[in-house]
């Protein structure tokens, strides 16, 4: 595991100290030492800016997944070599072509072995690996829900909200907010933009992350008294078709890819 320059004790000066455990560590300087030691990132504590993280020069690593991560995704693997992809083509929408499973995300193909490989024209990390993995996993014949919620209202949503807005829609937010016509340009890359009933928002872009299982980007703009808003909605039963660790995932993992894009385009 590689070791970062910043030494625990520097991390711990940063942090509020209130062992609060929503990054998941039973103390607040337990946790510095695993950011030190590069086993935790300071994106994984909701209650740092992310302005400080940027100083600091802490990033997730996009390509590299954690120990907890790696296991995850091992016994995801193990159970894929079982799986039926011609049944499960049939509940996706997608085709078995030479062994292989393809299957459409973000309106690209994807191609997965029962091997755990997965390949595709546009890059694939861990971030979304998992939730692909785990969709596969549990399809079903079920059809997402027409009423949108927040991640906070999705059963299981609450517990890990803190570091979901962190990870997940602060920085979205950070790029609509310093450039709304580059966010809407990178989200338009990865779906399109509609009108929902029920959904207050100047920008609502539908995704399809998964096959089958849309989510909204909801981006509003300031206003003299409001300040600017962004977040995801799912389908209300979205734990029926996706378990909250692999919906917090895909967030994540789009996060990132948008990331990357926004930073690409806004270089030319």
Known sequence: MPQTTV?????????????????????????????SQGIKHLSDCPHIPIELQDAFGYHPDSNTPGEEQQ???????????????????????????????????????FFIR?????????HVHSWITFPIFSYLLRASDKRPSATWVKFKELPNGMHQNPLYLQRCEKPLL?????????????????????NINGVEADHCILL????KFPILL?????????????????????????????????????????????????EH
């Open 7 to 35: 030494p625990p004790l520097e991390v711990y000066k940063i942090l509020n100290k209130s062992n609060c455990g929503d990054c998941h560590a039973k103390t607040c300087f337990a946790f510095a030492s695993l950011v």
């Open 71 to 109: 296991e995850a995704l091992f016994a995801l693997t193990k159970k894929l070599a079982l799986l039926d992809f011609k049944k499960t083509a049939s509940l996706v929408g997608g085709n078995v072509i030479n062994d292989e499973l393809e299957i459409k995300c973000l309106g690209k193909s």
């Open 114 to 122: 029962k091997t755990g490989e997965i390949h595709s024209e546009i």
């Open 174 to 194: 950070k790029i609509a907010n310093e450039d709304t016509a580059l966010f809407l340009q990178v989200a338009g890359l990865f779906g399109k933009v509609v």
């Open 208 to 211: 399809y992350p998964l096959p």
């Open 218 to 266: 909801c981006y509003t703009k300031p206003e003299e008294d409001f300040e600017a808003g962004l977040m995801f909605y799912y389908p209300l039963n979205t734990e029926e078709i996706l378990d909250i660790d692999a919906v917090y995932m895909l967030a994540a993992g789009l996060t990132i890819m948008m990331e990357k894009m926004a930073k690409r385009h806004g």
